[in-house]
């Protein structure tokens, strides 16, 4: 179902603040990153987690967030012992340099084995989403038809840092909104992260506006069990003017 | 009805607290359906809904198969359970095998059919509900009032006090205060658990995906904390692929909440993973590292092979049946005794208990038919409760009482007859001077105490026209005029005024002596071989003078006449054809009058206010709303709209017989709607309307005058 609006980027915005998100838009992913850091001091924030966003990382955000006295961890495990060893690539390690990678961070001495390195990590990390105070995102998608942003992934952190942290912010770049939610499918199986031995991510939540709930009587009540506040920042230009 | 269904229903209904919840509830609902239905294209988008399930239910097989291929691709582990204790024992093994003692379970109807936390709990695990409103149900030891609301019957007060006693403190009655407390508490049991369950909305046979959609985003947190997780998924949520599943998404959510999208829906595909780990990939990276599904089947694949009930299987639980229901409104999901709640509970019931039990559950339905316009993939619920009750009645027969009125009363006009100029005569203590009986004795009494009756006339309709039993030789449109029997009996003198109506309107109207009882009350009760028989007398009778027109007073009579005797006589051909000639005729009186007077012009105003009343079987029976509206315009009286014009007066059914304090509850908020606009006449097409809204407003001592819009009309046309 095509929506009236033709442009989908605008129609995208128009619904996603209706579904109570709001919504900030960025000529360049550098305006983002200001932007961002506005939020942090505005909201008083002193620590955040990050999932896994090429955004970010072309924009160097979490140095930048560092920079302002946050404390920001990685959450995709790839990313996490990048961050641990100093921003080395984690493609050539032994299991031995993992282990001590993360009994330093975790004060732990888990077993030489894939199971336990695997708890230890996900305790660790789980941990930060929980105490954070924000939440880092970037979306591989969005829906013009609904205002619904699609995050996806194959671990399950991705799922932890949109809904347990105070705030919610998602990055997403303009040229990756789709005007219906037929179109999700075809572009998610081809270009999103994830997909380990599989068509599919693991993970695909589709959020939508702020998080509600009627259950308590008398009121229909903002943030149920997920953030308070959910801001998404639209970038119109993420290749940094090199890009359409 | 069963003794204890009443109990329930008394209880509901003389529960202050339910009481006040239910008013906020409809007041939510109300503001929720009006902005969300506003500009949306429920046609089309329910047409989608209906085109996926029709063509994944009857694929389902084949579905079946690519999805558990798939499921078990993407290294989910699929079990398929027969019923709630085969279902019940897989679950409890994987709690065993991973020595699991906390659980976190978001929101599963599947979870309350297989009742698995009492199970689980019995076993000494410790489940907590995730969804709010579940949480606190549960920690009032009760079950869902409601599929997506389950705790929409409880009070702030109520919700305050579970929710302090839960967490140890005083919350006081703030809302916002309830909900942070409520979410510090759920957040300790999201940490501490070793597996999470849930339910599936959808499940994707192409991606062998499942697809879990929340408000709260406890679905996500339930389902990525724990490191093992367990979903139950009836097989009917299978559907082909995404595109099927954005159908459905469409409308569950505008229908729940309002909303365009379900503010979390996650699409999940097997365990979580990563290669970040040297080796291989490896399980349980963020999130569980083994995912269980459960297809529990527990009378679905019945309810599959059955014609008459796999519709069914195309309900996406999302309550909107129970937001429209008027009988739920007045006693909400508690009261019907089982998993499931309203029309849709009885069907899935008489598949996962028995039909009896069943039975017990459509006993409370009106047969109003709003949960069928309102069902986004247009469940015709009014049509199967039918079919339950035939089926019901040719296994086990029908209850002695029902089978004495029908069989040997109904189904024979002239034994009909006689026993209601019997009871014309017995009725003379009762009857007060303006023709009212307001109080009956001893057993007779319930039947009082809702409204006051009309006195049964000491002649009936057919004694007064015996000069007019045919249309003789005549060049004017011959109209047969059928009464039913509150007509006849209750109201002659209206009818005689619908006469008058027709010959104003230049046409030749006769009354067909041989005319019976329409068979709805014989019909809707399950005694199809009743209603046939009088169908049959019906047909003959109607037909035999060839007139061009049948003009009926009672729409709940012309829904038989022009829709059930044509499924009624299917088995026999020419009949069959008969019937379907019959209907092509038959009339509401206000839509033959437009037809016999097209070129009438609108008549200057009489500056008389009115409100009109919209009888079930005539606007959801018949999709005739507009018509009657246009003709009191058109004949200068100014409509002004009550509120839920179209909600059943509480007479349908047999609820105002077996459950008068249910149907006078219902009387209750229509009347209330009706003195809210002011008027001093409101006008409806219905005799038996007549009868309830009058008798209502009586108890009342209201001055507000009820009339069938032919009483209006007769004297000005």
Redesign the interface.
Known sequence: ?STEVTNPVDAFIA?AGK?GASVFQAPKAEDAVVYLIKLVQEHNVKTAVKSKSEIADVAKLRERLEKEGIGVVE?D??DW?SQLSGGKS?DK???GQ?QELISQATGQKPDKE??A???A??LF??QKC?DADLGISEASLAIA????LVVAG???????V???PRIHVTLLDSQNIVP???D??TKIKKGSPGR????????????????????????V?A????PAEEYIIVIHNCAGGTGA | MSRAMAERVHRALADENLQTALTRLLGLIKYVRGITFANLDFETLSGEIRHVKETSIANLPDLVEQFKLQATKSGAIVYEAEDAEDARGYISMVVHEHGVKHIVKSKSMLGEEIGIREHLEKMGITVTETDIGEWIVQLASERPAHLVGPAVHKTIEQVAELVSNAVGGNIGTEPQALLDASRQALRKTYIQAEMGMSGANIALADTGSLIVVTNEGNGCLSTTMPPVHVAMVGYEKIVSGWNDAAAILRLLSRCTTGMKMPVYVSHITGPSRTDAIPGSVHMGSGGPRELHIVLVDNGRWQMQETEDFREALYCIKCGTCLNVCPVFASVAGQTYGYIYHGGIGAILTAFQHSAEEAEDVASLCLGCMACRDACPARIDIPRMIVALRTGLAQETGLPWLSKMAYGRVLKHPPTFDKVLKVASYLQQPFVDKDRMIRQLPGSLKSLTQTISLPALSRKPLGDRLKENSSPGKTDKPKVAFYSGCVGTYAYPETCEQAMQLLKQCGAQPFYPQKQACCGAPAYFAGDAETALGLAKENIAALEEMKPDFIATVCPGCASMLKKEYVKLTSGEPKLNRRAKALAEKVRDLSQLVMELTPSQLPKPSRNQKITYHDPCHLKRGLGIFDGPRKLLEREGFEIVEMADADACCGFGGHVVLTYPELSKSILKRKIDNIEATGVDTVVTNCLPCVLQLRGGLDKRKSKIKVVHSVELLADIL
Request: glycine content about 8%; charged content about 20%.
């Open positions: 179902m619904e579904a959450t495990l790839r012992l984690a390690w032994t299991i993992v894939p199971r390195l695997l708890d990590a996900n990390v789980r929980l038809e609904t205002g619904s194959d671990e399950g952190v991705s799922r932890l949109a809904v347990l219906s939610m037929e999700v499918f380990i031995s599989q068509v599919m991510p693991v993970y695909v939540t589709y959020i939508t506006g702020r998080n509600t709930t009627a259950d308590i009587p008398g009121a009540l943030r149920a069990q997920g």
